[in-house]
């Protein structure tokens, strides 16, 4: 917490604002949105990818190849500000699903991020060479993402 605290105040901006209650809300606001932000991009990439994968769009290498490179460079993306200790769905319920245990057990949720990446990395190299490249890839990427929600997203 204290760490949080520390982290949280170097980086708010407005330094006249005295009460110190109102700087840790209004930057855990920011941080959540942040990090909400990159999960919608995650799924706005990754549904181009499934959609393909289905059948439900027509195949296009430069498409693929883009949408899988966008999940290549989330993931590989230090976005670690965007977390900061506090903004828990415990101390913070019904702004964020991110669960008190993505915290108390780290380093495991950095864990689960880089199966993520390892998975996103293995699809940017070929989504680009062929329908059947994506669709062998895919479900690594679903399963990272589905392990780290199983263990870390509150369901609702
Ligand atoms: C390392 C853990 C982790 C990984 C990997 C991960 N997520 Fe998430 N995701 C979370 C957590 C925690 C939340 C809840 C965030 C919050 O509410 O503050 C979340 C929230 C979301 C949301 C809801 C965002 C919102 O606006 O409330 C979507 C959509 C999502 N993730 C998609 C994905 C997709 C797609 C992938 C894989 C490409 C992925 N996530 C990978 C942990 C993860």
Not at 40 to 63: I, S, V
Not at 142 to 153: E, V
């Amino acid at each position: 917490m204290k760490h949080g605290l520390k982290l949280i105040c170097s980086l708010v901006f407005a330094v006249s604002v005295s009460n110190t209650q109102t700087i840790a809300q209004d930057s855990f606001d920011n941080a959540i949105k942040a990090r909400k932000s990159v999960m919608a991009l995650y799924a706005w990439n990754l549904g181009q990818l499934g959609a393909m994968a289905k059948g439900e769009a027509d195949y296009n290498a430069e498409a693929a190849a883009t949408a899988a490179e966008n999940i290549r460079i989330l993931a590989t993306m230090n976005n670690g500000a965007a977390w900061p200790q506090g903004s828990d769905s415990t101390a913070l319920p019904g702004k964020t699903r991110a669960k008190v245990e993505a915290w108390t057990t780290y380093p495991e949720s950095a864990e689960l991020n880089k199966s993520l990446a390892t998975a996103a990395i293995a699809m940017a190299e070929v989504a680009g060479n062929g329908l059947e490249n994506v669709q062998a890839n895919i479900g690594a990427i679903g399963s990272a993402c589905s392990a780290c929600h199983d263990k870390f997203r509150e369901s609702q």
